[in-house]
């Protein structure tokens, strides 16, 4: 009898959870870029303010593993938050620094250059690749509303990275 118990506990095995191997299977964080339009087109009406809800409601979905940069552009790009500022950010408290830093931003009498800024962010991509593993996952948002006149010539010859997505918003 005592046999057969522990045979079956040995066959069990598999289908018997361990607390440490879940805690060992946690995948890392993926890297995550927005880049919203601070152009002259946003001026009209609340586009503005629809774009740094959408920002707010992107970062809202990440992980807290999840490594997040923000910019603004218009015909220049400026870093509002890096990696490693999130990164220093207690999970908790990464939503309130976003909010603080997006209600000091305002569009400006400038024009667009989309190109130019996700070509910039790609570097950062590039750098960013450079110390990690080539599966990890990668995204870049924009949020714009995208009005004719955009620039776009810069991304002509711009080589695409693997695992990395886009997503316009």
């Keep these: 009898c ?7 506990m040995a066959f069990a095995r598999p289908f018997l959870k361990n607390e440490s191997q879940e805690l060992v299977s946690i995948e890392p964080g993926r890297s995550h870029i927005i880049l919203i339009d601070q152009s002259a087109s946003m001026l009209r009406a609340d586009l503005f303010q629809r774009a740094i809800d959408q920002v707010k409601e992107t970062a809202a979905a990440f992980a807290p593993t999840d490594k997040v940069s923000v910019y603004a552009f218009s015909d220049t790009i400026e870093q509002d938050i890096s990696f490693d500022q999130w990164a220093a950010i207690l999970p908790n408290a990464q939503q309130a620094r976003l909010d603080k830093e997006l209600s000091e931003q305002k569009p400006a009498w400038k024009s667009t250059s989309l190109g130019f800024a996700i070509d910039a962010t790609l570097a950062e991509f590039d750098q960013l690749r450079n110390g990690t593993d080539l599966q990890q996952k990668h ?5 714009s509303d995208f009005a004719k006149g955009s620039r776009i010539t810069e991304l002509a010859n711009t080589e695409w990275p693997e695992n990395l997505s886009l997503d316009f918003k």
């Design 2 to 8: 005592l046999i057969i118990a522990l045979l079956a």
């Design 139 to 143: 995204s870049l948002t924009v949020i």
